[in-house]
């Protein structure tokens, strides 16, 4: 058998471990023993695999991938049409065999060659776990005080399931699943569908080496899973579901009856140790430190999670417990702790096992960050800004490090999908600052439908205040309409209404509402200008001066205009410049408090949704008499005639503006053309009715003969808006 180093046989591309071998006889089941033969499309066939492995190698361990998909897809295919051509020629270490073969009745039963030991879990969730295995180690290794510290690797504890891979003269035979640590099941023909597990190792493998390490499922690759998972049930396919968490997404993949299911289900690997490890054959990898193999298993091409790490002694273990500890929410899977081994490997032998369990190894877990609990009751709460949101409330249970008896289910839609009902028993999951919320109902087979509580509805009126609550079209959240009266809404509403760009009240800060609101001092707008010197310079950290400076401050801010008091009252989607389209419109606040939809939708930047959120908002009475109570206070501004009073020559027509006009400013022009009821738009389409084009005109211009869009100057624009035309 010859084993050519890559480059000579492929310039540039190819890993150091990539083998070639020059040619191989009839396969029987592993070409490297095969006698050599030149065919040519064997030798096609044979180029072909090592190519494939090394760009799947760097596809999906190193992530940095030195071909494009498609080419990759082009010497599958080429690879697939030699295998069916010649089927003798196919090797189980193929590429082509991770797309699965038949499904099966059941799977076998592999007996381990090495048990799949399990490893103690130190309960102790604080950094004090560390040194307890430490202490532990020493005592058994009887080292004193004065001895030096033992060196361990420090890794982490993967939230998937193990997996035995057993190679044989280089070769994938046989993944199994730990069972109960001497049997396992057969699972090869699910986990050859895993892109980062190699299919063949290198020439200096040894030549039996089993891999032992964790599939797992990234939370990227579960969220878009699941969501096709939930495409599938919306289309009515029979027998899918969604997984309430990448860990069972990935045992379930993994313990799949059909390989081709199981290829469609995105896994991943992480390798941590080995099993049988006989020598011989070109292989002579021997290891005397954990870490080395650790090393070693990675330029064979396995995964190895990079934080991988040695340490010396508790403080060291300690440090890197809090490290990982601060990292675990940002990493792309799901860990549950860390776990330490002694490093040497004459150490570990040294230590033994005690009752299945090695006494080299521990795993040091972190707060659990699921839990399950039962459902008492669903609550809806109203927010700052008047978004609804349905919360569970829990029985208490203890995750992420706190105790929760509140999930959030975010929104209608969301409790609808997850189908949460009082009674459930549910999994809540709190990870890092995140807000605890409800991953799933976990089922109760024997518990009939009926017996369920009712489906989850979201009220129509604010459980607040009782003002409608409303779902605009393409939101997810219902909201409170009554923002100006609305308990949970007050300290938004007052800071928005005292902010510069609205009524402005010089010096009431958040800080100010806060206490005014908490001491109860105040409930609605209007009673801000209730508030006497007495009142205020009662408050907490309120001198005499500060206190008078705010009633002074109050009182400036009775005189303002009308669309600052109309930004003011925060109606959803009246920004500043609506407030003052709207003014400018209607001249009055009383026009636009009765304005209808379609009068709403006259004023040029009022588009429907603008227009039903003023209807609604001025429809609540609540709000209306907040208005009225504002006025009574001395709240006043200027009003003015409506310009919508005129005639409308232009009503309807868009028109764009290019090249400069003679006499009219572009502002100028853009104004009259309002004024007339006529829209100005930024670019010429089919719908616009006119380009207002003066000199050196451009491209819109072009555009405009293009479209076959009428062009007028200025004096015709003129004659259109006062008539004679
Ligand atoms: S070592 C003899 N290392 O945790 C030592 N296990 O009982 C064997 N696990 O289900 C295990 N990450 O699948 C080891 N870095 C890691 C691990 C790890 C996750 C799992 C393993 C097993 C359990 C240990």
């Not at 071998?21 to 090592?50: C, G, I, K, N, Y």
């Not at 997404?249 to 992480?270: E, Y």
């Not at 570990?348 to 659990?368: D, I, T």
């Not at 409303?470 to 909201?479: H, K, P, Q």
């Amino acid at each position: 058998m010859t084993w050519l180093p890559a480059h000579r046989w492929h310039a540039g591309s190819f890993l150091e471990f990539a083998q070639v071998q020059p040619a191989s006889a009839v396969m029987v089941t592993l070409d490297m023993f095969a006698e050599p033969q030149e065919h040519p499309d064997q030798l096609r066939m044979q180029a072909l695999r090592a190519q494939l492995h090394q760009h799947a190698h760097q596809y999906y361990v190193l992530d940095t991938p030195l071909i494009p998909d498609a080419e990759y897809d082009r010497l599958f295919q080429e690879l697939q049409a030699l295998e069916a051509a010649h089927p003798e020629w196919a090797t189980p270490d193929s590429p082509t065999q991770r797309v699965g073969g038949k499904p099966l009745d059941q799977f076998a039963s592999v007996r381990h060659a090495v048990p799949m030991l399990s490893i103690r879990t130190e309960t102790d969730t604080e950094s004090s776990g560390a040194q307890a295995f430490d202490s532990r180690v020493r005592r058994e290794l009887e080292l004193t005080d004065t001895d030096p510290a033992v060196e361990y690797v420090a890794e982490l504890k993967f939230d998937g399931l193990a997996i035995n891979l057993r190679y044989v003269e280089g070769v994938l035979l046989q993944a199994a699943t730990r069972g109960d640590g001497e049997t396992g099941e057969d699972v090869t023909q699910n986990i050859r569908t895993i892109g980062q597990i190699p299919l063949r190792l290198p020439a200096d493998a040894p030549a039996v080496l089993e891999v032992r390490g964790e599939v797992y499922m990234r939370r990227d690759d579960f969220e878009t899973l699941n969501e096709r998972q939930r495409a599938r049930i919306a289309q009515g396919e029979k027998g899918e579901k969604t997984f309430v968490n990448p860990r069972n997404a990935a045992a379930g993949a993994v313990r799949q009856l059909d390989p081709a299911i199981a290829a469609q289900r995105p896994l991943s690997f992480f390798a941590y140790g080995v099993g049988e490890v006989a020598h011989g054959g070109p292989g002579n990898a021997r290891f005397t430190t954990h870490m080395e193999l650790l090393q070693t298993l990675k330029k064979w091409g396995f995964p190895v999670a990079e934080q991988v790490d040695t340490a010396q002694g508790a403080p060291e273990l300690i440090a890197y417990h809090q490290r990982i500890g601060a990292l675990r929410d940002q990493l792309p899977y799901d860990i549950d702790g860390v776990v330490y081994k002694v490093n040497s490997i004459a150490l570990q032998q040294r230590l033994g096992f005690v009752s299945r369990e090695p006494r080299w190894a521990v795993a040091h877990k972190y707060p659990a960050q699921e839990q399950l609990t039962t459902v008492l009751g669903i609550d809806v709460q109203v927010g700052r800004t008047g978004k609804l949101t349905p919360v569970a409330k829990l029985a208490p249970v203890f995750v992420g490090g706190v105790t929760v008896t509140n999930a959030t289910l975010h929104n209608e839609d969301e409790a609808r999908r997850k189908d949460v009902r009082v009674g459930d028993t549910v999994i809540v999951r709190r990870a890092g600052d995140v807000i605890p919320e409800v991953v799933g109902v976990v089922p109760k087979p024997e518990q009939p439908e009926s017996e369920r509580g009712p489906v989850f509805t979201m009220p129509r009126i604010c459980p607040v205040c009782g003002s409608a609550a409303v779902r605009e079209e393409g939101e997810a959240d219902y909201r409170c309409t009554g923002g100006l009266f609305c308990g949970a809404q007050r300290k938004q509403a007052i800071l928005h209404f005292a902010q510069r760009r609205a009524v402005e009240v010089e010096g009431l800060g958040d800080k100010l509402v806060e206490q005014l609101v908490d001491a109860g001092t105040i409930h609605t707008l209007p009673d801000l200008y209730r508030l006497g010197l007495t009142a205020l310079a009662s408050l907490d950290r309120m001198a005499d001066k500060s206190a008078q400076n705010i009633v002074t401050a109050l009182e400036k801010s009775k005189q303002t205009t009308l669309p600052r008091f109309l930004f003011g009252l925060g109606i959803r989607h009246v920004g500043e410049s609506t407030a003052k389209a709207l003014a400018k419109h209607f001249g009055q606040l009383d026009a636009i408090m009765d304005a209808s939809e379609e009068a709403l939708l006259e004023v040029n930047d009022v588009g429907p949704i603008v227009a039903k959120s003023l209807r609604t908002f001025f429809d609540q009475p609540h709000n209306r008499e907040v208005v009225e109570q504002l006025r009574a206070c001395g709240v006043h501004w200027p009003e003015n005639e409506p310009t919508s009073a005129g005639p409308k020559p232009l009503a309807g027509k868009i028109f764009v503006i290019t090249g400069t006009l003679p006499t009219l400013g572009r502002d100028a022009a853009k104004d009259l053309i309002e004024a007339a009821g006529g829209k100005v738009s930024g670019s010429v389409s089919k719908k616009t009715s006119y380009v207002l084009a003066g000199a050196e005109a451009g491209s819109k211009l072009d555009r405009a003969l293009e479209l076959g869009v009428a062009v007028i100057d200025e004096s015709t624009l003129m004659e259109m808006i006062h008539g004679s035309m």
